[in-house]
C-alpha cells in the first residue's frame, strides 16, 4: 500500500532528527589554524558563570574549561567524552536555551499580569462617578501607563554576542 505525504513527510523529518543526533555524537574536528588546544587557552583563566549561577542556586558539575577531556555528571546518554571546547560550546547553547526559556515564561507572566491590572483600571473606572472629573482622569492615566507597560513588554530583546562558528572552519 502507498504511503500518504503526511508519512513520507513524517519519516523524512525522523531521518533529519536522527541524522541531527548523530552529528551531535560525532567529535568536531579543530579548524586547521588551531595551533593550541583550547584547554590549554583556558588554563590560568577564570569564569564568572559560575559564581554568577551559584548565586541563584545552579550548580555547574564536572572539571573546569582547562582540562583537555572533560569529566562531569549527566544523565543524558553520551557515549564519549568532550573536549573542553565541545563542552563550552555545549554549555553556551544550552544557557542561550535557558535564557530564551526563562524570558518567555518570565514575559507571559508580566503580560498576564498586566492584562489583569488593566482589565482592574477599566473595572475601577466604570465604578467611579461621572462628575469626579480628576478621579476619572488619573483612572484613565493609570490605564494608559499600563498599556505603556504592555507595549514595552511585547517587543523583542536584543543581545549582541561574539561568533564562535564561521564559514569554511
Known sequence: ???????????????????????LLQPIPAPAYVQTPFHAFMEGRHVDFEENLDAY??????????????????EAPWDRSFTSLERARGMM???????????????EYKLQEIEAAIDAAHEVSADLPRGDVEALKKSFAEIERLKAIRSELRKPMRHTLLSVDAKGE
Open 57 to 74: 542556586g545552579v550548580q555547574i558539575s564536572g572539571t573546569d574549561l582547562g582540562e583537555e577531556v572533560q569529566k562531569f555528571e549527566t
Open 1 to 23: 500500500m502507498a504511503k500518504t505525504p503526511a508519512e513520507r513527510t513524517r519519516e523524512h523529518r525522523e531521518r533529519l532528527i536522527a541524522k541531527e543526533r548523530e552529528k
Open 93 to 107: 547553547g544550552v544557557f542561550l536555551d535557558a535564557a530564551k526559556e526563562l524570558a518567555a515564561l518570565i514575559n
